[in-house]
């Protein structure tokens, strides 16, 4: 496996604590960009696996859309032997590039290609064990999926998704979409899933175990089923809030996308995955970890990051500080400010490490999604979007996410689409913020100044370029076990004690805490 830092969310301090893992090897697929003039709009996939051997028989179905110009179809895809390829039900003979499957098209706009394939993928389709439970799960993100699946995987081309699975009698199976079917037969049992809204192909998922499903139901119309591990099956109450959450997305942001909502719990080397409509947890969440932040997380990618995609890689920070940032959100509508605000302060906490790893939330060359996915994309872009809401106020924040989410549900979204809809949606000319928080790789200074004697404490900002001027954040000012709130524009605090200098933190915006 390649290095995978920051895969998902969990708590900073008291409330977040980001899992990390590093693999073995380096990514196959590092410069893969989608093809020009093609568009994947569906994927019909049916799966025979052995999850003894994890050898798969497969055959997908493209739907696709292209352009005069676009004669052949490169698909991303391993080294699995390729058994058929049909253009519209004409057999053609595709052409190996490296890891590119290169297939000729004809003259039609709209094209079905099939493929038939088997093998054992040698990533992308794993097995591992959590306290002797045994189970298979694929991990398609940003490129693993090639190694099982021929697809364009970029995140610039979402499509839905119609998966079969077949597998040997006794096991349990949880998929992407909503499962609309189960056959069971001879010496097999036969799960079919329907995802009706389009979502990028690193999210589509499937996991093979001895699960024990629990049914629940969100607004009265939503399914969710929660597939736990025998070990941990009475533990599902740690997931009683996955409505609640649900509940204030939809209202928030839009209407969930997916008609029906699963958590998967998985041995995963890492917090979670946001696979469309069907997350994956990691297993020991439930025992040492916190499996409700991080599940919440993974929800609020099915609006961010799911279907509305991102258009590259260097666009990562509206996937992922999107999802961090609403996480802390639903924390403050559902156990109060204080709560959040608290996990704002840890959110902004830079330590040596972070300050070494730090640079532009939006890098300015092309980035090898591996190589971005430190804290700057999670904690950074979490922090500018609490600074734009800080900077708009809570209605304009929120009609402005509103109006990204209708706009561009099915979409990818850039950068510079989402800076372009919060200046029409506020009216305010937002470049300088941007170019500073976004595109930079500059911090700004809180000097702090403490006079003992006086019980005096006083700051400045230096070196944030006027981006925060009026902006109404606050300050979290620790002396002993107290902790008092201020806001940052007073500049002074008279405080009761003499006794040690107060340590100073800002609440959720990023910059150096410096005492001269």
């Known amino acids: 496996m390649t290095n995978h830092v920051y895969r998902g969310q ?15 090897s380096a990514p196959k697929h590092p410069t893969y960009l989608p093809p020009v003039g093609i568009d994947v709009r569906h994927y019909d996939v049916a799966l025979r696996l052995n999850p003894e051997t994890r050898r798969l028989e497969g055959q997908v179905t493209l739907e696709v859309r292209r352009t005069q110009a676009a004669t052949e179809l490169p698909l991303c895809f391993g080294m699995l032997v390729v058994d058929s390829v049909r253009v519209d039900g004409r057999a053609v003979a595709p052409v190996r590039r490296g ?8 003259g039609e706009l709209q094209t079905r290609v099939t493929l038939a394939y088997h093998g054992t993928p040698s990533e992308g389709l794993y097995e591992a064990t959590y306290l002797g439970q045994r189970v298979v799960f694929t991990d398609s993100w940003p490129y693993r999926g090639c190694e099982w699946l021929p ?11 119609a998966l ?11 998929g992407s979409g909503r499962l609309v079917r189960i056959d069971t037969l001879d010496a097999a049992v036969r799960f079919r899933w329907q995802l009706d809204a389009t979502a990028p192909t690193y999210s589509f998922a499937f996991a093979v175990a001895d699960y024990v499903r629990t049914d629940t139901v969100a607004d009265d119309t939503i399914p969710i089923h929660y597939y736990l591990l ?3 099956r009475d533990r599902v109450y740690r997931l009683r809030r996955t409505p609640d959450a649900l509940h204030w997305l939809s209202r928030w942001l839009g209407p969930y996308p997916y008609r029906s909502y699963a958590v998967v719990q998985v041995p995963i080397d890492y917090a979670g995955m946001e696979n469309a409509s069907a997350p994956f947890l990691r297993a020991d969440l439930f025992d040492m970890g916190d499996v409700e932040g991080v599940q919440v997380h993974e929800l609020v990618h099915q609006w961010f990051g799911n279907r509305v995609s991102i258009a590259g890689w260097r666009d990562l920070w509206l996937s992922e500080g999107t999802a961090t940032y609403l996480t802390t959100m639903f924390y403050e509508a559902y156990d109060g400010f204080e709560v959040a605000r608290q996990q704002w302060v840890d959110m902004a906490r830079l330590t040596p490490e972070a300050l070494r790893l730090h640079g532009a939330l939006v890098p300015g060359r092309y980035v090898d999604p591996e190589a971005h996915l430190t804290w700057v994309p999670y904690r950074k872009g979490a922090c500018v979007l609490h600074l734009l809401r800080l900077k708009l106020g ?11 989410y209708r706009r561009f549900a099915g979409k990818p979204l850039s950068t510079e689409g989402f800076q372009a809809v919060l200046e029409e949606v506020s009216g305010r000319d937002l470049d300088a913020l941007f170019d500073y ?9 809180l000097r702090v100044y403490w006079e003992a004697a006086q019980r005096r404490l006083t700051w400045r900002v230096v070196g944030d370029e006027g981006t925060l001027q009026d902006v109404p954040f606050q300050l979290a000012v620790q002396q002993g076990a107290a902790v008092r709130y201020v806001d940052a524009r007073a500049s002074a605090l008279q405080l009761p004690e003499a006794t040690g200098r107060p340590e100073v933190h800002p609440v959720g915006i990023l910059m150096k805490v410096v005492y001269p």
């Open 394 to 404: 809570d209605a304009t924040f929120r009609r402005a996410l509103q109006t990204v």
């Open 164 to 174: 079969t699975l077949t597998v040997p009698r006794g096991y349990q199976a949880a």
């Open 437 to 445: 928080w976004v595109y930079g790789d500059r911090l700004p200074e």
């Open 99 to 106: 890891q590119r499957l290169i297939i000729p098209l004809n």
């Open 151 to 161: 697809a364009v995987h970029h995140p610039s081309d979402p499509a839905t998704l």
């Open 230 to 232: 025998p070990s941990d």
């Open 10 to 24: 969990a708590r900073w301090g008291a409330w977040l604590v980001v899992l990390l893992w590093v693999g073995c």
